[in-house]
Structures are given as C-alpha cells and as structure tokens.
C-alpha cells in the first residue's frame, strides 16, 4: 500500500544544536547526533513508506534547516522525497519571493509554519502575505496545531480563534494541522466539519495513541481529511505503525489515510 509521510524533515547540525529540542530528546530517547539521509530511507524502506516531504525549519534565530538544503536531498532522491518551504515571518516580501522560488523553481509542494517556533499564532498579520502566496501557488500551508513537546507556549497551537479566523479569511487556503491538535480535539474536529479545506495529520503521534474522537472521525465521514505523519526524527514510521490494526480502518479509509489524501491535496503524482 502507497505510504506518504506528510511531516518528516532531514535535520541539520543546527537543527539538533537547538536548545528547545531537549524535552523532545528525553521523551523519545535519541541522541542530539545529527541522522543520515541514509537512516532515513532506511526507516522508510522498514515501513514501506514510498515518499516523505521533507521541511525547512527558520525561526527568529535564523535558518535550522534552509530550503536549499532541503532541495538538495531532494534533488539527489527525487523519487523517494519532496520539499516544503520555510519562511522568515520577519520579512514579509522576501517570504513570498522565497516561495515563488520553492515552488515555481524547485517543485515543493507546500509550505510550513510552527507557530510555537516564533510564538506568534497563525492570524498574527505577519502570516497574512504567506497565505496569499499559497492560495496564488495552490499549494497547502502546514503547520502545528495542538501542545508543544519543547519547553514553549502552547497557546500558538490553539485552533480557536487563530486558525478559525485564518480559514475564515482565506477560504481558498488549504492548511493542514500537524500534530493532532491535542488537548483542544474537539476543537480541531469542529474546525475539520466547518471548513472543507481543513485538513489534520498524525504526525508525532504512534497510532494506537490517537485520541479516541479523532479514530472515529478518521473511520467515517473524516477518512478524506486526515493524513498521515511521522515527525522524523522524532519518531519512525515503523515506529508509529506498528499497531495500525488496532484503529480498525477499512481498506478505503487505510488507503486514503496512509497514502491517497496526501497524494490529493498535496498534488503528489502517483508512481
């Protein structure tokens, strides 16, 4: 079955030099060493994951994982990875040029956001022209939803007001809330039956752990609105799979989960 891991990033020495990663780093029991492209097609190839969009990371200290560097494994594994972009909220003009770049030039097929990363919530003005760029681009805007792991505000990740006055302004914009959205679910599954461009990923999350509501969501009317998502490093993807036939999905909501949403709302062309 087609496997599309929707929130994953090749990390870079300043990525795992990141102070914030450390609660992170106790929780899952990794070390701040900074992992291969290798270690990671091989916990793909474990789980039978065929592609992984790979992210930047930039917050107010500057670049962690740069585009280029993104585009650059890409560009070496074209087959197994795809990028999404990352964006300097601080320079609002030289954001949208950056995705233009990514997009028009190096094929990613999205951008993301972590708003805890610069604890600045996602109706804040300084989002507003990469929205646009997005809408204009047809590509989705990720982002987290939901507590943080590292030591910061959680109160960024909230779905309401913030990203319901954002959905409400840009209803052309496709976002996708990484991470569940725990504890504020049912606040996300009233987001996700609002709004028909919403959409949810799994990502930092082993299965069997998903909240209850969002399993049942995933089992009926919102197997169409929810993808999933590793968070690698964090977790592997065989790591987070392994218990899978425990949610208790049909083979067309195990097809749309697994695979076929993201291929859909991300344009990711089937092989």
């Not at 079955?1 to 992170?24: G, H, Y």
């Not at 982002?143 to 990203?163: A, K, N």
Request: aromatic fraction near 10%.
């Amino acid at each position: 079955m087609d496997i599309v891991d929707v929130w994953a990033q090749q990390p870079t020495e300043r990525f795992m030099a990141a102070p914030w990663l450390d609660t992170l780093l106790r929780w899952t029991g990794i070390s701040r060493q900074t992992p291969t492209v290798e270690q990671n097609l091989a916990a793909m190839d474990e789980a039978g994951v065929s592609l992984a969009l790979l992210a930047g990371w930039h917050g107010p200290t500057g670049s962690l994982i740069s585009n280029d560097e993104v585009a650059a494994v890409v560009a070496a594994h074209p087959d197994r990875f795809r990028g999404v972009a990352t964006v300097d909220l601080a320079d609002p003009m030289g954001a949208v040029r950056e995705i233009r770049r990514c997009v028009g030039q190096l094929g990613f097929a999205g951008v993301r956001v972590v708003p805890w990363l610069w604890n600045l919530p996602p109706n804040d003005r300084r989002y507003y022209p990469v929205y646009v760029a997005c809408v204009e681009l047809g590509v989705p805007f990720c982002t987290q939803i939901g507590h943080t792991g590292p030591l910061c505000p959680s109160e960024p990740g909230r779905p309401i007001p913030y990203l319901d006055e954002v959905l409400l302004d840009f209803p052309e914009l496709t976002v996708i809330g990484g991470h569940v959205g725990y504890p504020w679910i049912h606040e996300v599954l009233s987001l996700a039956t609002k709004y028909p461009n919403f959409y949810v990923d799994t990502s930092a999350y082993v299965l069997h752990r998903l909240p209850a509501e969002l399993v049942d969501f995933l089992r009926g009317r919102g197997r169409d609105r929810v993808m999933f998502g590793t968070n690698w490093p964090m977790l592997s993807a065989s790591r987070a799979l392994a218990r899978i036939d425990e949610l208790g999905l049909d083979e067309q909501a195990r097809q749309l989960f697994l695979g076929g949403n993201a291929r859909r709302v991300f344009r990711l062309a089937a092989d």
